[in-house]
């Protein structure tokens, strides 16, 4: 069974953009790590993408149906599942559309180990869905040293869940890099 990793850089206060959806340099330290993130990137063999965070790529120059900029830089091979009822563009080898149930596409791409590592990169939306069906394994947060107060929560649902802290790293910027395993109750 593939393993689905919620990889996504947050504020202090857990927004993972403002109110506008904005998440640029205005809000998270993007260069302060060294390269840990790019390099990270290259780890997973899939993405998963609600519209709104597949849609922020078109501001800087993405077509419909063309792998996100990260992984046209860092990982080209990177395959992507965008969920959208509202977008129209054919699929291909590299990004797929999933008009589908987010829950129930999920689970089969989980089950099926066609990809061993699958990196949810956002948003909050099809963040919660998935984590009230328990289909996410591993929390990374790249915690950003600003509080928003209003924004685009991590999780679009609210729930009580225990995590299990694997690994911590601070940066001299003030970010912290979070590894938590989702513990789900029985």
Not at 133 to 159: A, E, M, R, S, V
Request: proline fraction near 3%; charge should be negative.
């Amino acid at each position: 069974m593939a393993e689905l990793i919620y990889h996504v850089a947050t504020t202090l206060d857990m927004f993972i953009a403002d109110r506008n959806g904005v998440a640029d340099e205005s809000v998270f330290l993007y260069a302060d790590d060294g390269g840990d993130f790019f390099a990270s990137v290259k780890q997973y063999d899939a993405v998963l993408m609600g519209r709104k965070t597949y849609e922020y790529g078109f501001k800087y120059g993405l077509k419909p149906g063309e792998p996100s900029g990260i992984a046209q830089a860092v990982h080209p091979e990177l395959k992507h599942y965008i969920f959208s009822h509202e977008l129209d563009f054919e699929s291909n080898d590299k990004v797929e559309l999933v008009k589908e149930d987010a829950v129930s596409f999920c689970k089969k791409l989980k089950d099926e180990g066609k990809h061993q590592k699958i990196w949810l990169c956002g948003g909050g939306h099809l963040a919660g869905a998935l984590l009230t069906h328990q289909l996410i394994d591993t929390l990374i947060l790249k915690i950003n040293p600003i509080l928003l107060g209003d924004g685009i929560p991590l999780f679009g649902t609210k729930q009580k869940i225990n995590l299990k802290l694997l690994h911590n790293k601070h940066y001299e910027s003030g970010v912290i890099l979070s590894t938590y395993q989702m513990v789900y109750p029985s």
